[in-house]
């Protein structure tokens, strides 16, 4: 925690279960914070764990208004993970409508009930997106710089973050936004799981010709990061952005993860406008921009506010991860 004092009473944590939901629940846990994860159902004979306890409350954005009181009552700080995450394919029939639906309508009902149980503090997770897709070669985005979302899940979160601010506008609910980068750590799936399965078959990857950096976040990291936002007095009505401690540019990290998993280093140079005519033939646009275009935030407001130092290395954060990732893969990853 940083050497930050224990001030949290009850804290709500909605998407308990999922990947960052389970890891800032063991750590509220390991730090002697009180927390209640919301979930919308328990599996069959789910046992919580550690000394917390698990409430199902269903689809958020259609809950009951009693439901949702129910599940913040004597709540403190409410920390908002669940939602609709970015999808690569989107089968839904209106994506527009589910992204809103998930991340917008479901905040500001949950704001409101925020509101009604006397919360002191409500902490959303948002995204780096909000913010537009790629930065300029050796900037970075920071908080107060113009949103400029460009998708459907970006907008929604953008929404989001307005609406929260919107209902505790006048009231004594204190909104706090993180904006994040893309998530890595064990139980990691979409993209990052992917990458780790190519780096794992030992092919060669057109990443010679590839300088861009692009922000990271380890889940450790991101865990202690919530907890200092739950935790800090002067963690107030802001907004920031977490990162690893240094950013990397996919070939390297590539070479990082290579090296974990004793693989050859084997790239080779592409011409940009190759790789993104086979990723458009392939409907891997997206996949073309996470390879190819920088994305950078700048984390120096949080450290210059709240103190706040990344626990874990970038290297820890991968190495833990792959260590993760062998014993999901078996003997195939070694």
């Known amino acids: 925690m940083n050497g ?10 909605t998407g308990a279960n999922g990947f960052v939901g389970r890891a800032l629940c063991a750590h509220l846990g390991a730090s002697s914070i009180r927390w209640r994860g919301l979930v919308r159902a328990l599996p069959s004979g789910a046992e919580p764990h550690l000394h917390g306890d698990h409430v199902e409350t269903g689809d958020l954005a259609t809950a009951a208004d009693d439901r949702l009181d129910a599940a913040l009552a004597g709540a403190a700080v409410v920390v908002h993970l669940a939602g609709r995450a970015h999808v690569l394919r989107d089968a839904a029939d209106d994506p527009e409508a589910a992204y809103r639906a998930a991340n917008v309508v479901a905040t500001a009902r949950l704001a409101h009930a925020a509101v009604r149980a006397g919360v002191e503090r409500f902490v959303l997770a948002s995204t780096v997106k909000v913010n537009g897709e790629s930065t300029a070669p050796g900037t970075a985005f920071r908080p107060d710089d113009p949103p400029a979302p460009r998708d459907p899940y970006a907008r929604s979160k953008l929404e989001a973050e307005r609406e929260l601010a919107g209902v505790c506008a006048r009231t004594s609910v204190v909104p706090l936004v993180l904006r994040l980068p893309l998530v890595y750590g064990p139980g990691v799936k979409g993209n990052f799981l992917a990458l780790f399965d190519e780096v794992a078959r030992g092919r060669p990857l057109p990443l010679g010709l590839v300088r861009n950096r ?16 739950v935790t800090h007095p002067a963690a107030a009505n802001d907004t920031f952005f977490v990162t690893d401690d240094s950013d990397l540019t996919v070939a390297d990290l590539v070479a990082r993860l290579r090296d974990k998993l004793n693989r050859p280093r084997r790239t080779f140079a592409a011409p940009r406008s ?61």
Do not use: M
């Open 4 to 13: 930050i004092a224990n001030r949290a009473g009850l804290v709500v944590v």
């Open 214 to 229: 692009r922000s990271l976040l380890y889940v450790g990291n991101l865990a202690d990061a919530l907890l200092c936002a």
């Open 274 to 334: 190759v790789v993104r005519g086979v990723a458009r033939l392939a409907g891997r646009k997206a996949s073309y921009a996470r390879l190819f275009e920088p994305l950078q935030a700048n984390p120096s407001h949080l450290r210059s506010r709240l103190g706040w130092n990344a626990p874990y290395t970038v290297d820890e954060g991968l190495e833990i991860t792959t260590q993760w990732y062998r014993g999901l893969r078996g003997r195939s990853a070694s």
